[in-house]
């Protein structure tokens, strides 16, 4: 159904792979298109409680299709810039946590498209960068806005300005990744921390996310109020119910998504 990814849904856990490896996985516009409906297919999918997203071959994303970009005038550029930005948006926004498992090149777009990810676990192996300056260009899906978030700002000029790459300990040492496994042990590491999530109540998870990324950008009042809704709105799922009773009757929560 898809061209340019692989798409498997396997105990409840959504795996998409971006599946150029002969371009590096340069997401080109067929790639954001596609993205974008696997992750709407996702998004209305209740089966689906977690998704890893990986890259196939060397590369995780080696950034937008260079060769597809330097043919398009400044309208056209635009809107490629808006396209990126609402797969990243939708990512970074889904109802579901999604876990980047950066197994290679995450460079440019590709680095923008791991931060949109949840969760980054890296492989030893992965580099990471913006190296668009050194294109004439700066990052257009997202880079300058979500590298200093995770990194600080100073970290983030230095990594946009320099476009120097760095590797996964440097990453994980700057807060770009959250954890660096062993080449091999990458996808089951990745699978494990979605089972992990996977196992606790998807709405209560789903609802987390959405406070902390909409807590995040706002200020602490206004923050404040929106965290103390959306708990008491976590009260009135099913698997609250069931979360405090199997504590108190001392047994495993079954949870339902419900
Ligand atoms: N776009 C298109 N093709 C690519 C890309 C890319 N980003 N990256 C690699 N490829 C292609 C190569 O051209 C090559 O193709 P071919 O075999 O036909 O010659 C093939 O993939 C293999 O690549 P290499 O031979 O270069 O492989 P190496 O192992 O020697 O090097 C690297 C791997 C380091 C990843 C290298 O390919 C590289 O530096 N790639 C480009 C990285 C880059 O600059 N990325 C940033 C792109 S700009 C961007 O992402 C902006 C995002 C915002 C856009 C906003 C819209 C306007």
């Known amino acids: 159904m898809y061209e340019t990814l692989k798409y498997e849904v396997r105990d409840n856990i959504a795996f998409v792979t971006v599946n150029r490896p002969k371009a590096m996985n340069a997401l080109n516009s067929q790639v954001l298109d596609e993205l974008y409906c696997v992750f709407y297919e996702i998004c209305k999918d209740d089966s689906v409680l977690a998704v890893v997203l990986t890259g196939e071959g060397k590369a995780f994303v080696a950034g937008a299709d260079i ?5 398009l005038g400044t309208v056209e550029a635009r809107t490629f810039a808006h396209k990126g930005h609402n797969v990243m948006n939708f990512i970074e926004n889904l109802n579901k946590p999604v876990i980047a498992a950066v197994n290679g090149f995450a460079l440019g777009g ?9 969760i980054r676990l890296a492989s030893a192996k992965a580099k990471f960068g913006q190296p ?17 978030r995770l990194v600080g700002k100073g970290m983030a000029k230095y990594l946009i300005f320099s476009a120097d790459m760095i590797d996964a300990q440097e990453a994980h040492r700057i807060g770009l990744v959250e954890r660096v496994c062993e080449p091999e042990e990458l996808m089951a590491e990745a699978e494990a921390l979605a089972k992990k999530i996977a196992a606790k109540a998807p709405i209560a998870v ?8 909409n807590g995040y950008d706002a200020d602490m009042k206004t923050a ?25 009757e001392k047994r495993k929560a079954e949870f339902k998504n419900r």
């Open 67 to 71: 060769a597809e970009m330097s043919k």
């Open 110 to 118: 590709g680095c923008e498209l791991s931060m949109a990810c949840d």
């Open 132 to 148: 668009e300056v050194g294109l004439g260009l700066i990052p257009g899906f997202g880079g300058n806005l979500r590298l200093p």
């Open 206 to 213: 789903s609802v987390a996310k959405d406070v902390i990324n």
């Open 224 to 248: 404040s109020a929106y965290e103390v809704n959306a708990f008491g709105i976590s009260f009135a799922s099913e698997d609250m119910k069931e979360g405090t009773s199997a504590f108190l």
